[in-house]
Nanobody, 114 residues
Framework: QVQLVESGGGLVQTGGSLRLSCTASISIFSMHTMGWYRQAPGKQRQLVAS???????NYADSVKGRFTISRDNTKKTVYLQMNSLKPEDTAVYYCNSLNTPKSWGQGTQVTVSS
């Protein structure tokens, strides 16, 4: 059974940084475009960043220039470096495959205080 395990969240002040990690037990991980999503209270889950198996990245306008997505195919892990965090970045962050979405993991909570 595929597992997605997110980690690295926490409480930071405005302007701070966090690095999220997601380990995915997906076969042929390198062939999957992976994405980081977030869901704030009362809002729908949204895609904030994605990365293809070969490393092409894409970002939502709200995080462009502040977040960086990367991956290590040998470790089946995708990362999200988040800099210049804002209170509106507060959410539970999840990862998933864009090619073949799996059951969602537990996510990791990111809270940015003003």
């Amino acid at each position: 059974q595929v597992q997605l395990v997110e980690s690295g969240g926490g409480l930071v002040q405005t302007g701070g940084s966090l690095r999220l990690s997601c380990t995915a037990s997906i076969s042929i991980f390198s062939m999957h475009t992976m994405g980081w999503y977030r869901q704030a209270p009362g809002k729908q889950r949204q895609l904030v960043a994605s990365i293809t198996g070969s490393g092409t990245t894409n970002y939502a306008d709200s995080v462009k220039g502040r977040f960086t997505i990367s991956r290590d195919n040998t470790k089946k892990t995708v990362y999200l470096q988040m800099n210049s965090l804002k209170p509106e970045d507060t959410a539970v962050y999840y990862c998933n495959s864009l090619n073949t979405p799996k059951s969602w993991g537990q996510g990791t909570q990111v809270t940015v205080s003003s």
